[in-house]
């Protein structure tokens, strides 16, 4: 059998598949010591392992089976995979609001096609009405692909091309905006347009997805469906991150750019607003408020775009024992700022004092944040904390360690002055730094606790 019809297998894995003349793409039975699966045999990625044949089962989702464990495969049916999803015009409605979809990379949305197992990505207007065809009862979309790389290679290049082109599409008169991004860095990007983005008219949407579309329990068309509302009718005219709420289907979240974190590698419901509460709750037909205060939509389109950047900035971990070098070498390369995620209250050990001190002296700004993530920096509290005040560490109240980050090579972009970046930095743009946690701001519950346990059992997850 040619080998172009074992598509990305090798090593052992594409030996069994020659053994029993299984093709990819092709249903196989597989008798194996753990059992008989039926499926559809899926390409694998060039990285793989060749220790296992991947298939699709008829529930949707992919399962791995070791090849030390078969004991007999059959092919008993084909159907080779097309790698092309079915265009329908998508529909223009003179009464429904004009949303416009940026693309930076990935699958924004995607369909199944359950007789091969390929997931066909969609992207252009006609493919997405194909794949989700109520988008099309909730605006009229269109699309552009900016970029087409994973979020994990996001960075400030990217951040200041989207800064502009939100500019132009409000200038052009848009209704909202989607931005369709990778999860893993969607709250960099978050925090970047929302100090780069400022007084929009109308609503900047973030969206992903945790959960591929060929899942069935994947988010991606929900979420799509929530941030075209958000986008098209909703009132708050922010940069906003759009996810799942619970890891039901009932509603999504709206997060403030500044607040948000993802917050767990593979939960549906990952994204979380730190210190505060989310904006609003949204369906694909309505929106509930949260907060009380946020920026409304208008009907001019005037917004503030300030695309800067300096590349001379990064974020160090402490730990302890750090040694003072860590510090020094960044200093030596030319680094202008360094935000430091201290513990506690916003510490680092006395070893790097000296290192500090050098720093400022060089004219490298230091910045202060927190491991534990909720919570403010009082640096007044400890003999600790004073001493590195004196040093030269300013503290960043209760903003979030990577919005510090993307905040202070914001302001180095705009400013050598150290005085001027300070005030750049604690004058908050939109709620990065808040005068105090709400009530409700932190909220982490211990499974096993009776009470706990209980909640679950009457609300949900």
Known sequence: MADDIF?????????????????????????????????????????????????????????????????????????????????????????????????TGGTIASRLDYRTGAVIPAFSPGELYGAVPELADICNLSTEKLFAVFSENMGPEQYLDLARAIGKEIENGIDGIIIGHGTDTLHHTAAALSFMVQNPPVPIILVGSQRSSDRPSSDSTLNLLHAAYAA????????????????????????????????????????????????ATVTRTSIKPIKSHYHIRRKDRDVTIMPYWDHRVTMVYYYPHMDPEMIDMLVDRGYKGIVIVGTG??????ELYPALERATRKGVVLYMTLQTIWGYVHMYVYETGRDMLAKGVIPAGNMLPEVAFIKLGWALGQTDDPEKIREIMLTPVNDEITDREPYNGYLVYQGGVPEVEEFIRRVHK
């Open 7 to 103: 598509q990305g297998y090798k090593g052992r894995a594409l030996e069994v598949l020659k053994k029993y003349q299984v093709r990819v793409w092709g249903q196989a039975v597989i008798q194996s010591t753990r059992g008989e699966f039926r499926g559809t045999v899926l390409p694998r990625s060039e990285n793989d392992d060749d220790k296992h044949i991947v298939l699709k089962i008829n529930t949707g989702y992919n399962i791995g089976i070791d090849i030390f464990t078969i004991r007999h495969m059959e092919e008993v049916g084909y159907q080779k995979a097309h790698y092309k999803i079915p265009e329908k015009e998508f529909p223009c409605t003179p009464d429904l609001p004009s949303v416009k979809l940026f693309g």
């Open 232 to 279: 098209g009718h909703g009132d708050i005219a922010e940069v906003l991150v759009c996810m799942f709420g619970p890891t039901s289907d009932e509603y999504g979240f709206l997060h403030r750019g500044t607040r948000v974190r993802k917050m767990h590698s593979s939960y549906r419901s990952t994204f979380r607003t730190i210190g505060d509460t989310p904006v």
């Open 345 to 350: 209250l916003g510490h680092v050990n006395r």
